[in-house]
Nanobody
Framework: QVQLVESGGGLVQAGGSLRLSCAAS????????MGWFRQAPGKEREFVAA???????YYTDSVKGRFTISRDGAKNTVYLQMSSLKPEDTAVYYC???????????????WGQGTQVTVSS
């Protein structure tokens, strides 16, 4: 079992930046690939980014070059640095943990409660 708690969401103007954090507890953090998803009102939850246990990163096309996922093993935390934010990035952002990046992208295993990101135009 692993517990995930997201933080760092908020209201930001278009073009601004935010950094989301996801603190993990329970089983060894290094055992998991980690990811971020988002869900906008009236839309399905979608994959945003993932990072493997070894640090390889993966992004959906719409955030490439703007978002950066990273992990800190000493703090058991995964981050999502978001820059050049757009109104269409507005969503609840969720942290996800699974055995592999493939499993993360499928939305398997463990989820946090989500943090709201609102980008104003």
């Amino acid at each position: 079992q692993v517990q995930l708690v997201e933080s760092g969401g908020g209201l930001v103007q278009a073009g601004g930046s935010l950094r989301l954090s996801c603190a993990a507890s329970g089983r060894t953090f290094s055992s998991y690939a980690m990811g971020w998803f988002r869900q906008a009102p009236g839309k399905e939850r979608e994959f945003v980014a993932a990072i493997s246990r070894g640090g390889s990163t993966y992004y959906t096309d719409s955030v490439k070059g703007r978002f950066t996922i990273s992990r800190d093993g000493a703090k058991n935390t995964v981050y999502l640095q978001m820059s050049s934010l757009k109104p269409e990035d507005t969503a609840v952002y969720y942290c996800n943990a699974a055995e592999t990046v493939v499993a993360v992208k499928r939305g398997n295993d463990y989820w946090g409660q989500g943090t709201q990101v609102t980008v104003s135009s």
